[in-house]
């Protein structure tokens, strides 16, 4: 009964540690979109030094055009 619920703790521990990785990663790529979205924005400047590839605004737009059929 021990090992049983040695086992059951340890399953149980390892699970809550995968799910809160996963929490973690997602937590992280949002930021890492948001501030990508800011830099590209020009509301913020790239103090992280990652070089984001922006859109074009007027690329953009032009694109927006193009499908609406202005």
């Known amino acids: 009964m021990d090992k049983l619920i ?8 390892l ?4 799910i809160v990785g996963n929490m973690d990663l997602e937590d992280a790529l ?3 979109r ?11 400047p790239d103090y992280k030094d990652l070089s984001p590839v922006c859109e074009d ?3 953009r737009d032009t694109q927006k055009e193009a499908r609406c059929g202005v």
């Not at 040695?6 to 521990?13: D, E, I, K, M, Q």
Request: proline share 0%.
């Open 6 to 13: 040695v086992t059951a703790g340890a399953v149980l521990f």
């Open 15 to 18: 699970g809550l540690m995968g």
């Open 30 to 32: 949002l930021k890492e």
């Open 34 to 44: 948001h501030y990508i979205e800011m830099v590209c924005a020009g509301n913020w």
């Open 57 to 59: 605004k007027d690329d």
